[in-house]
Nanobody, 116 residues
Framework: QVQFVESGGGLVQPGGSLRLSCAASGSSFSSSVMGWYRQAPGKQREFVASITDGGLTTYGVPVKGRFTVYKDNAKNTFDLQMNTLQPEDTAVYFC??????????WGQGTQVTVSS
């Protein structure tokens, strides 16, 4: 089952910032690892960033130094702060846990468009 709902996407100019949010649907976050992924038109879904229950973060090379992930179990939110956005960041962004990634279960995602 898909437990997570993404929001916060939109249109932003190059160099701008945007914060995406991931909310639990019908339950609290229970996985020790939560991740953000993205998929551009005609391309494979790729890893963006992740965070463990203990706060250890990992970032994909294209976003390292520009994106930051945050997790709040009490509020059932998992956010992605995106800074200095570039046109190549344009994609549908998804949040997920490892169990659902392994099963191929994904939510609807939220569209991020970086354009002048």
């Amino acid at each position: 089952q898909v437990q997570f709902v993404e929001s916060g996407g939109g249109l932003v100019q190059p160099g701008g910032s945007l914060r995406l949010s991931c909310a639990a649907s019908g339950s609290s976050f229970s996985s020790s690892v939560m991740g953000w992924y993205r998929q551009a038109p005609g391309k494979q879904r790729e890893f963006v960033a992740s965070i463990t229950d203990g706060g250890l973060t990992t970032y994909g090379v294209p976003v390292k130094g520009r994106f930051t992930v945050y997790k709040d179990n009490a509020k059932n939110t998992f956010d992605l702060q995106m800074n200095t956005l570039q046109p190549e960041d344009t994609a549908v962004y998804f949040c997920n846990d490892l169990q659902n990634v392994a099963r191929g279960h994904w939510g609807q995602g939220t569209q991020v468009t970086v354009s002048s």
